[in-house]
């Protein structure tokens, strides 16, 4: 969905390749770019990339983390051998970034160039609504400072481009003067890069000039993913990872998998295992809105998970989605007892009894679960057929032995989470 | 033909309005019509629907209790010329075609409006859009959005869902509150809140969840500000974005002076450890300033009407239309009659409100539900379970999986069957169809036509007459002499070249198989014990494969059903069927072996003929 941060590897490799074609490749940097990941052999490595043989590398992970100098991730200057040992010993490390903790298995490496602080330069493109600011800053480098701040800014309203003399009269006065032409040159080529392959972000920082020729030092760059459509062949191999840290639980990956293989939409994101209100809300805006309610009403660390189902799932996959999430929250004890909400706004087209089949018959299947865990359901959704639905969930109330309260759209949609949360004190 | 009428600025929809539908949406514009039925309008809110893949035409719809056509256009340029009065385009193409959709509706002058329904336009696209209708003076809705309603005078698609929810939410009739929302998922919902706790919707819009949305939250409040028939201002804002600080700034300098109920949901973002991207495209926050906390304290400190949370948005915005109205800004009207829509019939079929008999019965198969059934296995567990074509034909034909044997049984009369050369009548007339250059069909057809009490006729033959015999108990001898003295050949008895010294494989094969395999072959028995009383006439007279294969099926079926229902099976010509069945895929195979050849018209010779006179 829309704007989705790419590997550092594969921003680098997309900017060398295309570079070389656009503006009679006169702009051309860096190509030996390395991606190592869980299953590289090094050994291959070696044999395919000769040039690591005789030449000093860079080593950084590459899982979209900022600051990696600071955080001692970053091995500068190595033969490598050096390289290899390096990352030997942190493939596959659990390390924690600003109180983010996550596997490493993502790493970048590249030639080290040597240079002077002096030589380092800091620019952006970030997408704003009337077109796409271009920021440039002579001091780039880790204390590059605030850029918002700092930087010369340029906007490009949308559909245009500009010309490298606006470019150098608008953003390098501080460039000195032998480096103008080269970095305006490249930074119009590179913007042409960005508007055909649909970035929506492209931050270098260090941007260096060595011998009259552009390295990019760092990259950290976002593609809309909206535009496959238009630049599979231009992206080449590309892949948007998950933010560092977030590694899925055998259940969340479960879900994201039934998701992949229907056109409807389920999520599901476990907060709290230990958390006694549990949520299976119909709706992304509906879901969000719960998740709130219960955040607004003092019961963060009580909110056990997030999802969401939509897009009219049929029952089978509703009856997954619910039996998973029945499964996370009958698993450990908790003598006060859980709630299960089940809700839901109005639906615009969704047939309310038909995706509630599903729902009941997992409710069924975990009728001795539920009773032995003291879980309380309260259900509220609208909707076509709404009434049928609420119907068969009061009928299960009564013979399911776990107590269920019904409530349509007469009762506020957010209602019920104070109901039970006043009935968890 | 007129144009649409000049309306102040702040008006995008009234009860005049009409709108082109861009693709064909027929369950939208049906919804529509229900709508400005319900809403008492005068002519249908559709002027013509898009079909850019189809052609021109008409296609039937109701309005309330008749039916209407609606004109259909392949191109949008015909339609503005024959719709001048249609100012707004309703574009439901995909994410892919949206945008040239869209800017070809730009350059009509007579569009003012249009929406996007599309979601996953990109980006950068949006953005063309949102600069060229900024250049134009469009007004852009979505993308990916539901729509937008004008009480009781136009609707956008689908917004408002059913006509029960329409008249529940009194969106049928206006009512004094603007409302503008990113979702368009709970857009329902917000105008359910609103009728309860006001006098209703005037208009509501979904901005959509994209990050560049083409009209912004603000930009509808400001336009309802100006509107005087709206008295109080109703918003449901997202995480992400800066969209609302553009609130809080118009709030600031008084350019927003209606009172505003707003909140901004995503608040539980912080419950997450790491960056939450909701459902929404736009639904992510950059910094501190894009969140939903940061936001619903800059609106409030602005002089929204913020609540502490969504679970006190309904009392708030009661509490301030009951102000209001103590104010005597709002004077709630009265309601207005509710013309009768009669409900669809699928929906009151749904809801169990109505039953019909039904003209048609089907026993054999169902492809209602997620994959077609045959009886009762599904189509792949046919092919896991490798159950084959004498599986299906069992599943099919006979309404129940038969043993194994049966299966190959099946399978070995359709291959033995299949084909008999090219001189026999089927084979002969396919191919003289087939090289006057018929087609496939109609060459196979003239050769099964041939099928008959003649040809291919004896299994059918020989079956009911052998288990006839048989059941009656006469003797193999009475029967022989029995046909004699009424004149009847026996059906499947005699072969013009095999005999008892030079047996027909075939039959030996389908023979054995049956002897061997079969639970018991007493119509077999019998017909051998008939075949050794006429071969001593004449060694030609042997059981023939037709015979043979008539009598064996006759038996199977009686291993496998009742004695009755057996009887009815080959009454009603299963065992032609097979033999149609088999024989059809040597007819395909002659047809395709003369095209393939290129055989010009066959004339049959003169010198084949005697032309005499009687």
Redesign the interface.
């Known amino acids: 969905m829309a704007q989705k941060a790419i590997r550092e590897a594969h921003g680098k490799k997309l900017l060398s390749r295309l570079l070389k074609e656009y503006n009679g490749g006169n702009y051309v940097v860096e190509e030996h770019i390395i991606s190592v990941g869980p299953e590289t052999d090094f050994d291959a490595l070696t044999k395919d990339h000769p040039w690591l043989a005789s030449t000093r590398v860079v080593v950084k992970p590459d899982h979209l983390i900022k600051r990696r100098g600071k955080n001692d991730l970053l091995l500068l200057d190595a033969s490598w051998d050096e390289a290899r040992q390096w990352l030997s010993e942190r493939m596959n490390n659990e390390i924690t970034v600003s109180n983010v903790t996550g596997i490493l298995d993502y790493f970048i490496v590249e030639p080290f160039i040597p240079h002077d602080e002096d030589d380092e330069f800091y620019v952006a493109i970030t997408s704003v609504r009337e077109g796409d600011n271009i920021l440039f800053w002579h001091q780039g480098g880790v204390d590059v400072g605030d850029v918002n701040e700092n930087s010369e800014k340029m906007l490009v309203p949308i559909g245009s481009f500009p010309s490298a003399g606006e470019i150098e009269k608008n953003l390098l006065e501080q460039v000195p003067a032998e480096h103008k032409g080269l970095v305006a040159g490249f930074i119009e080529t590179l913007f042409r890069i960005y508007a055909d392959c649909h970035f929506t972000y492209l931050e270098i920082n260090p941007l260096i000039v060595v011998d009259d020729k552009i390295y990019i030092l760092d990259l950290a760059a976002m593609l809309d993913s909206t535009a496959e459509f238009i630049c599979r062949g231009k992206w080449g191999d590309i892949e948007f990872p998950s933010p560092f840290g977030r590694i899925l639980t055998e259940e969340e990956a479960y879900i994201e998998e039934l998701d992949s293989k229907t056109g409807s939409s389920l999520k599901l994101t476990i907060l709290n295992p230990k958390g006694r209100v549990w949520t299976m809300v119909a709706g992304g805006g509906a879901s969000v809105i719960y998740a709130d309610t219960i955040t607004d009403l003092g019961y963060m660390d009580e909110m056990a998970n997030y999802g969401e189902y939509s897009g009219d799932p049929n029952e089978e996959f509703t009856f997954k989605y619910a039996k998973t999430i029945l499964d996370c929250m009958t698993r450990e004890k908790d003598p006060r007892g859980k709630f299960l909400l089940i809700g839901g706004a109005i639906a615009n087209f969704t047939d309310v009894a038909s995706t509630f089949k599903g729902i009941i018959r997992a409710l069924k299947e975990y009728q001795q679960k539920l009773i032995e865990h003291k879980v309380k359901i309260f259900v509220r959704r609208g909707g076509p057929n709404y009434k049928e639905g609420l119907r068969q969930m009061k009928e299960l109330g009564q013979s399911l032995g776990v107590p269920i309260e019904v409530y349509g759209p007469e009762a506020h949609m957010t209602g019920i989470v104070k109901l039970a949360l006043k009935e968890s004190n | 033909m007129k144009t649409a009428a000049k309306k102040p600025d702040y008006i995008l929809f009234d009860r005049n309005t009409r709108a082109f539908i861009y693709n064909m949406q027929t369950n939208a514009v049906q919804r529509m019509l229900d709508f400005d039925y319900a809403s008492q309008r005068e002519t249908p809110s559709v002027g013509a629907i898009i079909n850019p893949t189809g052609s021109d035409g008409l296609v039937k719809f109701f309005f309330g209790p008749r039916e209407v056509l609606l004109p259909v256009y392949k191109s949008l340029k015909t339609a503005a010329e024959k719709c001048p009065d249609v100012d707004v385009m309703i574009n439901f193409a995909s994410?892919?075609s949206a945008a040239e959709a869209t800017l070809e509706a730009f350059a009509l002058p007579q569009i003012k409006t249009v929406a996007i329904i599309a979601e996953?336009?990109?980006?950068?696209k949006v953005?063309?859009l949102?600069?060229k209708a900024k250049e134009l003076d469009k007004v852009m809705i979505g993308p990916a959005t539901?729509g937008g309603i004008a009480a009781g005078a136009f609707k956008i698609g689908?917004t408002g869902?059913?006509l029960?929810?329409i008249l529940?939410s009194k969106l049928h009739r206006p009512g004094s509150v603007g409302c503008v929302s990113n979702?368009?998922?709970?857009s329902?919902?917000t105008y359910?809140?609103i009728s309860?706790n006001t006098d209703g919707l005037y208009e509501g819009i979904a901005i959509g969840g994209?990050?560049?949305p083409g009209t912004t939250l603000v930009e509808h409040l400001l336009r309802f500000e100006k509107n005087p028939a709206i008295k109080m201002l109703v918003s449901l804002g997202?995480?992400g974005g800066n969209d609302e600080y553009e609130i809080v700034e118009a709030l600031r300098e008084k350019r927003i002076t209606k009172p505003l109920v707003i909140w901004v949901?995503?608040?539980?973002s912080?419950?997450?450890?790491?960056?939450?991207?909701?459902?929404?495209?736009?639904?992510?926050a950059h910094g501190e300033t894009e969140t939903?906390d940061a936001k619903n304290k800059a609106l409030k400190d602005a002089g929204a009407f913020v609540p502490?949370?969504?679970?006190d948005?309904?009392s708030l915005i009661n509490k301030v239309y009951t102000d209001l109205v103590k104010e005597g800004v709002i004077t709630p009207a009265p309601e207005p009659q509710i013309p009768n829509v009669p409900v669809d019939y699928k929906?009151a079929l749904?809801?169990?409100m109505i039953r019909k008999p039904t003209n048609f019965i089907c026993t054999i198969s169902d492809d209602r539900g997620?994959e077609c059934l045959y009886g009762s296995k599904t189509i792949s567990q046919v092919v896991q379970e490798g159950l084959g074509i004498g599986g299906t034909i069992s599943l099919l034909w006979f309404k129940r999986l038969m043993p194994q044997y049966a299966s190959d049984f099946i399978e070995m009369c359709l291959v033995i069957t299949a084909d008999h050369g090219p001189a026999v009548s089927g084979a002969h007339n396919c191919i003289v169809a087939s090289r006057a250059g018929k087609d496939l069909i109609s060459s196979l057809v003239s050769g099964l036509l041939t099928i008959g009490p003649r040809f291919g006729g004896a299994i059918d033959g020989a079956a009911q007459m052998f288990s006839e015999a048989y059941d009656a108990g006469i003797s193999p001898a009475q029967f022989i002499s029995g046909m004699k003295k009424k004149g009847i050949n026996i059906q499947g008895i005699g072969h013009l070249i095999k005999s008892t010294h030079n047996p027909d494989m075939r039959v030996s094969l389908l023979k054995e198989f049956a002897l061997n395999n079969f639970k018991e072959t007493p119509i077999l028995n019998y017909a051998l014990e008939v075949e050794k009383i006429t071969t001593t006439k004449r060694d030609n007279l042997i059981l023939n494969v037709d015979g043979c294969i008539g009598i064996c099926f006759a038996d199977l079926l009686r291993n496998e059903m009742s004695k009755e229902e057996a009887d009815e099976y080959i009454s009603m010509g299963a065992l032609n069927a097979l033999f149609v069945m088999g024989r059809s895929i040597g007819l395909i195979g002659h047809h395709l072996d003369q095209k393939r050849l290129k055989q010009g018209l066959y004339r049959h010779p003169w010198d084949d003929i005697s032309f005499l006179s009687e």
């Open positions: 994410f892919r996953g336009i990109p980006e950068r953005k063309e949102i600069a539901i689908n869902g059913t029960e929810n529940d979702s368009g998922g709970l329902n919902e359910n809140i309860r994209d990050s560049y997202e995480v949901t995503g608040t539980c912080k419950a997450f450890k790491t960056e939450m991207q909701f459902g929404h495209a736009g639904a992510k939903a502490d949370s969504f679970d948005y309904d929906t749904q809801s169990n997620e």
